[in-house]
């Protein structure tokens, strides 16, 4: 079975209000979920939130997924990331992520190794690498603005650039990452 | 002031980014599908960007199943969560009763000494207290025959949806394949769930809806591995 065939039946399986379907993918995903909101949020409370937030709606609004839109894991990713982004945006997050910040990087989580982490998946390794070959002017903001959750003119000002030449830098790179994606869905 | 995004390339990957220049450009410009399948595409290549993956606390994943259930119950519950609230509960009903039964057994049945009489009557015991349950009016009940024809256990179910299958002796299946619990309605079987223990004396489960419609319970062996959609094999039947 494909994965794309999984995704499609696990969804069907949402749909259809199988409570074993939202199991499974809490299982599967709440680890990947959790760590990008934590990522983003640097807060552990407010990163469970965003979890609890993530799987509520897919239980809730399982046609919101299609999967020939992409994979489930993605889906749930972007959901992730939209949410944790929302909540480091609001003023009372932002306090909070800031007590919390030193107290959360002492007491680390269980986790995974990130180079181990998509070990194994062939799409995975491709944009990872796609990711490490891009120069630091590329990579940098790219990652603060996923990660972080700046804007392209927060980018320019953390890194003392003109707005202009961030936002080319942050196209270039995504156009590169997305062409590694590409390259490996269409290979046989 | 935020510069401008020029095209629809720029759109795409605004969005994927959650860019809050994103939130500047014109509603309905940049929802054209060429623009959200680029956009689809940035997002997934994003997901792959490396991140330390975190082991959930076990309390989260209850937490986020009752906000789930409570905004849209399950239309097929899970027959683990089932077997574990009513545990938790300790409540005297009729799967209560069961359940803490098929504990007590499993309990006798780890032990090497206990002797075999022992565990017969405990049994028996329980078969006992169920009966008393079963006499309630409405209460139905359905017996399990493999296809020898030999009883491998017994199904109840009640007027309010609480169903129980106990005394169980289902057969094993193949290595290759896993055992699936459904309600035979007219029409249509309705997948309850997979046994993750074929040696398990009981399996609690609810139904919501009309519980006439049940008109008997089924067991079959599946592949390893998928979720059928209908039952294959059937290894195990009984009307109420």
């Known amino acids: 079975m494909t994965a794309q065939a999984r995704d499609r039946a696990i969804a069907d399986r949402l749909a259809a209000g199988d409570e074993s379907a939202l199991r499974e993918v809490y299982h599967v995903y709440a680890g990947a979920v959790l760590g990008l909101a934590l990522r983003v949020t640097t807060n552990r409370a407010i990163a469970e939130d965003v979890t609890q937030d993530v799987f509520v709606r897919v239980w809730e609004q399982p046609e919101q997924y299609d999967p020939a839109r992409g994979p489930l894991r993605a889906y749930l990713l972007a959901m992730t990331h939209s949410r944790a982004v929302e909540r480091v945006r609001s003023e009372d997050a932002r306090r909070r992520r800031q007590e919390t910040a030193q107290r959360e990087a002492t007491s680390a989580p269980v986790s995974v190794d990130p180079q181990q982490a998509v070990i194994g998946h062939d799409v995975g390794v491709a944009v990872r690498d796609a990711l490490a070959a891009l120069p630091d002017s590329q990579r940098i903001p790219i990652e603060m603005a996923y990660f972080d959750g700046l804007s392209y003119r927060q980018v320019a000002s953390e890194l003392d650039e003109p707005e202009g030449t961030v936002k080319y830098r942050i196209r270039i790179g995504m156009q590169k990452l997305r062409a590694a994606l590409r390259a490996v869905e269409v290979s046989p | 002031m935020t510069a401008p995004l020029d095209d629809a390339e720029d759109r795409a990957i605004a969005r994927a980014l959650d860019a809050d220049d994103a939130a500047s450009l014109v509603t309905g410009v940049g929802s054209a599908d060429g623009d959200m399948s680029a956009t689809d595409e940035y997002r997934e290549a994003l997901s792959y960007l490396p991140f330390a993956e975190v082991e959930p606390a076990p309390e989260l994943e209850d937490r986020v199943l009752a906000a789930a259930l409570a905004r849209r119950p399950a239309a097929v519950p899970a027959l683990e969560r089932v077997a574990r609230r009513r545990s938790r509960a300790r409540r005297v009903t009729l799967a209560g009763t069961a359940v803490a039964g098929a504990a007590v057994i499993s309990l006798l049945v780890g032990t090497a000494d206990r002797p075999e009489r022992a565990l017969r009557g405990r049994i028996e015991e329980i078969a006992d207290s169920v009966t008393s349950i079963v006499e309630e009016p409405g209460t139905r009940t359905a017996t399990l025959t493999a296809a020898d024809r030999e009883s491998v256990g017994t199904a109840v179910l009640t007027t309010d949806g609480d169903g129980v299958l106990y005394d169980l002796a289902l057969p094993t299946p193949a ?60 290894v195990a039947a009984g009307p109420f």
Do not use: C, M, N, Y
């Open chain 2, 175 to 234: 290595s290759s394949q896993v055992l699936w619990v459904w309600l035979v309605t007219p029409g249509e079987h309705v997948r309850l769930g997979p046994v993750a223990d074929p040696d398990t004396r009981s399996i609690g489960f609810t139904v919501t809806g009309d519980t006439d419609a049940v008109k008997g319970i089924a067991v079959s062996a599946e592949p390893a591995g998928i979720t059928p959609s209908a039952p294959g094999q059937v």
